[in-house]
């Protein structure tokens, strides 16, 4: 890193003394400030978020609904998005140029995300052309970069988020023979899956090697992206069957973004509102394992008492960068709109904004 680098790393480095300050002083401090700054400061977020901050949100969601929420809000100059990097970018793209999108804490990327970069995106659909001609649309997950959707909205297609994603592949099977799913391949095969694409239907590029797995196979339908989200890997067959052993009569509901032969022994899957939903319409007294992000599951056990609740995976840790936003990081944000002079604000390149938005419109008109 260079001097340069550095000196702008630590320019948006948060300042000690939020480290120091108490909870009851902070809380007190947003509240103060989210009256005195009213409309004009929205606070998505997102549910995967800490409680912490979760309770501050005007609203929570799914990525779909916080993607929904960030286009129609018109009226606030500041939006704090709490979530991970690539959810404030799309808060960024679909809000007006003179509303300001800060993501508290600049850490809080995705590691799936950044599984697919555009140079190797680039690369991949000019031999992926050379094999298969002009018959490729390609699909990307909310959860990659601006960059991404930018390529995949100049290339005809669309983002997909794991509540539509069942819709948007059959959209694009209509427009196209073949679609390039990036950067998830397990929301990508699960969702093919559902639709009654077969496994010998897909095949996997690997970005690193810069080759199409199982090349032999005849007649791709779905091109997966070798990505995945690191902490959906984490839950596997056999915590389910230790679990089905163990414990009969617990409910198994998992996300997409869990492995293929996961989502297949769970009973539900779904994103993270099916997820509530279901909890929410459970009879009390059932039993539910739960294969997502902790501090989701956390927050289902402490709003359903009546029912048990538990991680389909016992040693599961919270989203490392979900986590990074947190009660000092948000007051920080809100205390630099104070002081106008906003920290951490995600601003897309307009180029990039320009071509990402289309995708990112094909998909809203249709979810
Ligand atoms: P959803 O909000 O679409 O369920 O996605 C989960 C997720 O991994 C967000 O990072
Ligand atoms: Fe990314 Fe997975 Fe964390 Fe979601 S849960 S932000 S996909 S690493």
Known sequence: MNILELAQKQSTMMPDKYKTMNTEAMEARVREIKELLGTSLYIPGHHYQREEVIMFSDDTGDSLQLA?????????????????????ETADILTNENQVVLLPDMRAGCSMADMADISQTERAWAKLQAIYGDTIIPLTYVNSTASIKAFVGRHGGATVTSSNAKEMVSWALTKKERILFLPDQHLGRNTAFDLGIPLDAMAVWDPIKDVLEDEGKSDIKVLLWKGHCSVHENFTVQNIESLRASQPGMNIIVHPECRREVVEAADYNGSTSYIIKMIE??????????????NLVKRLMNHHPDKEIISLNPNMCPCLTMNRI?????????????????????????QIADDAVLALNRMLERA
């Open 68 to 88: 929904q929420l960030s286009a129609l809000n018109r009226e606030a100059d500041y939006i704090v998005f709490c979530g991970v990097h690539f959810m404030a």
């Open 281 to 294: 319409n459970a009879p009390s007294g059932s039993k539910w394992a739960i294969g997502t992000e902790m």
């Open 326 to 350: 947190d009660l000092p990081h948000l007051l920080w944000s809100l205390e630099s709109i104070l002081d106008k002079n906003p920290v951490n604000v995600i601003s897309v390149d307009r």
